[in-house]
């Protein structure tokens, strides 16, 4: 698929319920500007995220996928984002290693207070995406369509 | 000028609540026309050229106490050299211009002086 | 040692320390053991086999040997007795309905490659002691057993049975023959060239779930791939990535669970490297949160289900050296 | 397959503007299983909800979806909306299309088209919804105060009149805190003692109030409602119910040289000690790094002195396990160390203290018996200089960066002491500026100026040299525009306060949330000032924020009306949407268990048809509903995908992915 100038990926991010969609909401609340591609989805913390929710989004055609969860020592339930922290690790680590890039996935940390973080690290994280077109996946060679 | 003086000194003078500490820690206070705190005001409200006029900048020992003991990190000191530096880099203010030289010759004058005295008074 | 092993599982239904015996047998070929449950010597006597084959990891039937009632006695390897305990802490067997006999291993071998080193139409293998007497249709060969090996066997992480009742031969140590070292290949490559590695190797699966099958971490009671309720049960493929999806979500399942006991390649019918996707995840563990042998320890903490407030960021893995 | 309806709210113009509403309603009305759709100007209005439960009626809805502002401002609403129509509340979903979209993008087009995507996907995940019904849990009628100062008494003896038990622990051997230190109270000059030791008093003597001095907080499990905490109780080697407090023992005990903490290390004590003469619980302590018998084994004094027989060398720390319904942080603060500050001298010389140990130089039970003496010589101090904002509102590599609030009141309070008492003082403040914002503050402040000629002057203190008995001040007078050189007798300084050390450990403990500062998080800080983040889980006096006695107690009294307010019911409502465990699919492997952060999940065998007619005991994970949070940890623990989160299954969270990939 050629990349072409009016390549709008498809972004997921994944926002804990108590720090980081908040944050989200906080941004909106100041009027802080960021891509319409991100469309967020609850969750209530971010060690809600099963990495299979992250292969879905890919399999089904999402260019990016983005986990914000509260600061490590932040979080509602204390420990979730320390496993969260842990399974995206290892999953992203998969992921470069099947040569998938790096950049397709990330991680970020947003409080309830850090509004202008959240539309920041959206910005950054859709024009990264952005330039590196759209997800070519791990498809399977006996689909190849060319 | 403000843009360039918190250029060259890497100081916020925003920071600065005015709490006069650097100016009670200064040990030139008393030869000094203006005093640090001022200092940090006047590149605040862009007083630059009075400051450069000012023979209080030459007179900081640059000892660092204001530096040292600012409760916010504003850094007076900072201030004063990056003034003192754009006297220095100011055109046109030479004490030697190429122009006086053929008056000041001497045959008795070594060349090594002219060079010399040239470099220093040029800035 | 095939008799000495017999001779113990005779010894054990004969005076009640066991009431089956789990091992293995003869399938459609000599060199295709299967694990097999006997209940007499006389089935003993008759089907047991030991051989340079018995590559199969009897641990994962003990789940459901260990509840049928009466006590069963197993052979387990250095390998299989990893699983084995990785297996008790999770609470899947029942320990005190099972009797383990630790049977000391040389290698098992690998008939593809046995066949490579011009051995067509083998008949029987006969071992003696670092050589392997092949009897072919063409006349005997004589090989090296560590030219036949298993890949997992060249590179044997620990000849240590680290749960037994009684064992057959020697106790082992623990080992290092680098069996990172493909991995790091892997990880030295280019993300194109990686791309491409995987692509090639995932795109000739077929999908007949015979790693899942066999693998010992791989034991839940339903299989998410398996469940209509999980949102990944499909009949068929739905697009190019579903299989490349499996093989990634059975990888980070059995992470941290996985003992690297490598049957997910020997049974591979297209010969597809999935051992590389699990030690993948067992080296980053090792780099991440410090060396960590699943099954080796029956009360250490699982990675997956611990974690330190000084834990690398994700982005250390986008972050760190090699190519990107 | 459900029958939904969807709501799209204009917020007048704040989503009007920007999404075409109108269009939302219509493409998102043709989605499969929407049976209704609609749009309004204000959907949480009473006629936007009136809207909503006549088309419940109408179209005979099983879900809603609402198309508004973030549901963290009105999914409740919402809920209760549909609840009154007869649906159940958890069959509601929101999409965010104001704080997530109308909000922060400009172009109508795409704007219009993120709102349709977000709700596609509130409309998949909907249709997974299934009706959820609140639990109860009981709450335990006792409440729990951690710290035992003027903030932690006060909500004591608050609850404690409402009719509920409460547990005081102060980990000192008295109650009281730092307010049994300071001398007098701004702005009315009364006695600290004569105001604060009726107060521990009662608290000792109120049969609803149990005090555990000389305690810790070692654990805390459990959630709002249903506490259980462990307290160490420290071994005193003194028996608490033999000691009189008769104070013999601590008169002959032979170790005399103690620094003597009550008064900052300005006099000494003896190694069995009690720290002052109104102390609660009176009795003696031994302190077990100074004491030669726990030490040698070897003295053996006091034991022989006491009548009553109460000294125990073989004491251990001893634990007691209680359950609590709420519990109230009140661990307050202390002045920073001012190793940081060495320009003012304070290690040099004697002469330079703080303002706390000012108090203890100038209360009548202090080292000097209330006289203002220097410690250094013991002469009248003749010039005072007082400096304050040291280490307050400073880079955070040097000091606090906030204002520790109370510094201005209580400098103007010693300056207005010191030239009452000693008229032939001179004394000097050095302010950046004069805070005064409370009921006659500033009125206290002009009287220290006016009526006692206290010299306030705009500036700094840049260096304070000891020399010859002296103390050389070196000063900056910004609105006379000279730098001052003052021969001061005493400097004291206006030490930044911070939160005590044991408050970060008892937050982890807590699961409470803290600033960069070590203050306890409010719930939000201006409409729950006195409430944790984290429920159950209360804040009084400094711990929050720095505070002056008067914000303190009202704090106080409000943390205790939430804590009443709590413990006033029988239960509390959980939330449903917990964690729940296929039986069918569970492996017993304990993944779930160890990672769950309340304890909630725990194990059972149970039976279960096998082939042909078998029964195999299995063991299966089970939830305890009212302990789990609900957080979902577990849910991807669980290899086999056994666990789930109800309200955020894991089919509604890829139903919501596929929506949005689709």
Redesign the interface.
């Given at each position: 698929m050629p990349v072409t100038e009016t390549f709008q990926p498809t972004i997921v991010a994944f926002c804990c319920n108590w720090c980081s969609y908040a944050g989200a909401d906080l941004s909106g609340t100041n009027r802080l500007q960021y891509p319409a591609n991100v469309k967020i989805i609850r969750i209530p913390c971010s060690c809600r995220l099963n990495p299979l929710f992250i292969l879905r989004a890919f399999q089904r055609g999402a260019d990016g996928v983005i986990l914000c969860g509260c600061h490590p020592g932040d979080c509602h339930y204390t420990t979730g984002n320390y496993y969260a922290r842990r399974r995206m690790t290892l999953l992203f680590s998969m992921l470069d290693y099947l040569g998938i890039e790096r950049e397709r996935t990330r991680v970020e940390w947003v409080s309830a207070a850090e509004g202008a973080k959240f539309a920041a690290t959206m910005q950054e994280f859709t024009a990264a995406v952005t330039k590196l077109g759209p997800n070519r996946r791990l498809e399977d060679l006996r689909c190849r369509k060319d | 000028m403000m843009e360039t003086i918190r250029r060259i000194s890497g100081v916020n003078p925003r920071k600065c609540m005015k709490c006069g500490k650097c100016t009670a820690s200064c040990p030139a206070y008393d030869e000094m026309d203006y005093h640090p705190h001022q200092f940090v005001d006047m590149v605040e409200s862009d007083r630059i050229g009075e400051l450069m006029q000012s023979r209080g900048i030459y007179l900081c020992l640059s000892c660092f106490a204001c530096v040292e003991r600012c409760p916010r990190s504003v850094e007076p000191a900072k201030l004063i050299e990056a003034v003192r530096l754009a006297v220095i880099r100011q055109q046109g203010m030479d004490h030697l211009t190429p122009d006086q030289i053929p008056e000041k010759l001497d045959p008795a004058l070594p060349q090594q002086a002219i060079t010399s005295a040239f470099r220093k008074y040029r800035k | 040692m095939q008799e000495r092993l017999k001779q113990k599982a005779v010894e054990l239904l004969e005076n009640g320390g066991a009431d089956r015996i789990l091992g293995w047998k003869t399938g459609e070929f000599f060199y295709d053991l299967t694990p097999a449950v006997f209940t007499s010597s006389a089935e003993i006597e008759r089907e047991f086999v030991f051989s340079a084959f018995s590559g199969a990891n009897l641990s994962k039937y003990l789940i459901a040997e260990s509840r049928k009632g009466g006590k069963v006695a197993a052979f387990l390897k250095p390998c299989d007795s990893y699983s084995f305990q990785q297996l008790l802490k999770e609470h899947r067997i029942l320990r005190e309905n099972v009797y383990i006999v630790g049977v000391q291993c040389a290698g098992m071998c690998d008939m593809e490659k046995l066949r490579a080193r011009d051995c067509d139409g083998v008949t029987a293998v006969r071992e003696n002691g670092e050589k392997l007497v092949a009897e072919t249709l063409y006349g005997e060969r004589i090989v090296d057993r560590k030219d036949v090996l298993l890949e997992r066997c060249t590179v044997c992480k620990s000849k240590k049975i680290v749960a037994f009742d009684e064992l057959i031969g020697e106790q082992g140590e623990e080992q290092d023959l680098g069996r990172f070292a493909e991995v790091e290949r892997l990880e030295a490559m280019t993300p194109e060239e990686r791309y491409a590695f995987w692509r090639g190797e995932l795109s000739r699966c077929i999908r007949c779930n015979a790693c899942r099958n066999v693998c010992p971490a791989c034991s839940c009671e339903t299989c998410i791939f398996d469940n209509a309720n999980s949102g990944f049960r499909n009949k068929a493929a739905a697009d190019a990535f579903e299989e490349n999806l499996f093989h990634i979500i059975r990888a980070f399942h059995v992470a941290g669970r996985c003992t690297d006991c490598g049957e997910c390649s020997r049974v591979c019918p297209q010969h597809i490297p999935l051992h590389l996707l699990n030690r993948k995840f067992i080296k980053d563990i090792n780099t991440f949160y410090g060396p960590y042998q699943a099954g080796a320890e029956l009360d250490s903490p699982s990675p997956l289900t611990d974690y330190t407030t000084a834990d690398c960021e994700p982005s250390a893995v986008l972050t760190r050296g090699g190519n990107s | 397959m459900q029958r939904v309806g969807v709501f799209v709210c204009w917020c007048g113009s704040n989503i009007a503007a920007t999404v075409d509403v109108e269009r939302v309603a219509d493409v998102l009305g043709r989605e499969p299983g929407v049976v209704f759709a609609t749009h309004y100007q204000y959907m949480c209005s009473q006629a936007g909800q009136e809207l909503i439960q006549n088309a419940i009626h109408e179209y005979d809805l099983t879900g809603v979806v609402i198309c508004s502002c973030?549901?963290?401002?009105h999914e409740v609403t919402f809920r209760k909306t549909c609840e009154r129509a007869g649906l159940n509340p958890y069959m509601v979903e929101i999409a965010?299309i104001?704080?997530?979209?109308s909000?922060?993008?400009?172009?109508r087009e795409?704007?219009t088209?993120?709102a349709v995507?977000?709700g596609r996907?509130a409309i998949a995940k909907v249709h997974l919804n299934a009706p959820l019904t609140s639990g109860s849990s009981p709450v335990k009628k006792r409440a729990l105060v951690i710290g035992g100062g003027i903030a932690g008494i006060q909500t004591a003896l608050d609850i404690a009149e409402a009719g509920f038990e409460v547990d005081i622990v102060e980990k000192k051997p008295t109650i009281g805190g730092k307010m049994t230190q300071i001398d007098k109270t701004f702005p009315t000059l009364d006695c600290a003692a004569c105001i604060l030791t009726p107060k521990m008093v009662d608290a000792a003597q109120n049969e609803k109030i149990h005090i555990y001095a000389y305690s810790e907080v070692t654990s805390v499990k459990g959630f709002v409602g249903n506490f259980r905490v462990t307290i160490r109780r420290k071994a005193r080697y003194v028996d608490e119910t033999k000691c009189t407090g008769c104070g013999l023992c601590t008169e002959k005990c032979p170790q005399k040289k103690i620094p003597n903490e009550f008064n900052l290390g300005l006099d000494n004590r003896r190694a069995i000690y009690i720290p002052f003469a109104q102390a609660v619980p009176k009795v003696a302590t031994i302190d077990p790094a100074a004491c030669t018998m726990l030490k040698t084994g070897k003295c053996g004094v006091c034991s022989k002195v006491c009548t009553a027989g109460a000294i125990d060398y073989r004491q251990k720390d001893t634990y007691v396990e209680a359950e609590y319904g709420a519990i109230v942080a009140a661990t307050g603060f202390n002045p920073i160390k001012l190793d940081k500050f060495d320009?003012f001298a304070y290690s040099q010389s004697p002469d330079v203290v703080t303002s706390l140990e000012l108090e203890r130089l100038m209360n009548a039970a202090g080292p000097t018996g209330g006289t203002l003496l220097r410690p250094s010589d013991g002469t009248h101090p003749k010039t005072i200089v007082f400096v304050q904002?040291v280490g307050s509102?400073?880079?955070d590599?040097?000091?606090k960066p906030y204002c520790s609030k109370i510094c201005c009141m209580y400098t103007a309070k010693h300056a207005m002491l010191c030239r009452e008492k000693y008229p032939d003082t001179d004394v000097y403040v050095f302010y950046?500026d004069v805070r005064t914002p409370g009921k006659n503050f500033d009125e206290f402040y002009r009287r220290a100026v006016e009526e006692y000629g206290v010299h306030y002057i705009?500036?700094?203190?840049?260096?304070v040299v000891p020399e010859n008995g002296k103390l050389k001040v070196?000063?900056?007078d910004?609105l006379g525009g000279r730098?001052l050189h003052i021969d001061a007798d005493l400097v004291v300084l206006a030490a930044a306060i911070e939160p005590d050390e044991s408050a970060r450990p008892l937050a982890?403990m807590l699961?409470a949330?803290m600033d960069t500062n070590d203050f306890f998080t409010e719930a939000h800080a201006k409409l729950r000032p006195v409430e944790s983040?984290?429920a159950g889980v209360f804040l009084s006096g400094a711990c929050q924020g720095p505070k002056d006695i008067p914000e303190t107690v009202a704090q106080a009294s409000a943390a205790a009306a939430k804590v009443i307010g709590l413990l006033s019911k029988d239960s509390l409502v959980c939330n449903p949407?917990t964690a729940k465990p296929?039986e069918?699919?569970?492996?017993?492997?304990?993944?779930c268990e160890?990672?769950c952060?309340y304890g909630a999940i725990t194990?059972l065998d149970k039976e279960f048809r096998g082939p042909n007619r078998t029964v195999?005991?299995?063991?299966v994970a089970q939830v305890n509903p009212a302990v789990c949070?609900?957080?979902?940890?577990c849910?991807?623990?669980c290899?086999?995908?056994?666990m789930d989160?109800q309200g955020?299954s894991?089919?509604q969270?890829?139903?919501?992915?596929?929506a949005?990939?689709?």
């Open positions: - | - | - | 973030s549901p963290r401002m965010n104001r704080e997530q979209c909000w922060i993008h400009k172009d795409s704007a088209e993120k995507i977000l996907a320009e904002c509102r400073c880079d590599a040097k000091g950046i705009k500036g700094m203190v840049g260096k070196q000063a900056s910004l730098q982890t699961t949330s983040p984290t949407c296929n069918l699919m569970c492996n017993g492997c304990s993944s160890k990672v952060p194990y195999l005991l299995r063991r949070q609900g957080c979902g940890a849910t991807v623990a290899p086999s995908g056994a989160l955020f894991n089919q969270i890829l139903a919501e992915v596929d949005i990939c689709r």
